[in-house]
Every structure is written in structure tokens, then in C-alpha cells.
């Protein structure tokens, strides 16, 4: 599993800092993930098709856990609908990111 030392290596050498990084890795707020071309599954909110704060928002608020069964690894929400990547939980768990995040 890839966490906040793989997304600053990732976008650092593009030249972004960490609140750059918080804001880009926002654009999860649409979407979600296909099995067939990531390994991962499902949606990171409740209306992928809509352009809002929720992905901050469910990111703070949620109690994510490691969805049980599946590899690669991912969290679920309480509800088992929601999803989020390694690399997102670490935009939380990591206390240089994590500033940026609530804000």
C-alpha cells in the first residue's frame, strides 16, 4: 500500500508542494475507481458526478476501515458504498497534509 511518502514522491517532481497536493488530490470528489484498469473499486462519494467539498468532507468525517477480502488494499466507509485509496487516508493520517485537509 502506497501512502503520503508516495504521493510526494510522485508530485514533487513535478514541482507541487503538499497543499498543492491536498487541493489536486481533491479532483476525487468525481469518478470513482474501475477494477479493470486500477485494481481498485467503487466510488470515493455519494454523487461522483458532482464537483463539491464532500471528498474532504467524508475524508474527516467518515471512520474509514480496511475493506475485508479485497486486494489491493482500500478503505470503506460505515455504509460499505464509499471507498477511498491508501494515498487518501494518508492525506489524514499524515500531519503535514492533514492541516490542509480541515481546513
Not at 78 to 86: D, N
Request: overall charge negative; glycine content about 6%.
Amino acid at each position: 500500500a502506497q501512502g503520503a511518502a508516495h504521493i510526494r514522491d510522485v508530485f514533487y517532481r513535478m514541482g507541487f508542494n503538499d497543499r498543492e497536493i491536498v487541493a489536486l488530490s481533491g479532483a476525487h470528489t468525481l469518478g470513482f475507481c474501475h477494477t479493470d484498469r486500477s485494481g481498485f473499486e467503487g466510488p470515493w462519494t455519494e454523487n461522483p458526478n458532482t464537483f463539491d467539498n464532500d471528498y474532504f468532507k467524508l475524508l474527516v468525517d467518515e471512520r474509514w476501515t480496511v475493506r475485508p477480502d479485497f486486494e489491493p488494499l482500500q478503505f470503506e466507509d460505515s455504509s460499505r458504498t464509499l471507498m477511498m485509496l491508501p494515498t487518501d487516508i494518508s492525506l489524514i493520517t499524515d500531519p503535514k497534509f492533514r492541516p490542509t485537509v480541515v481546513e
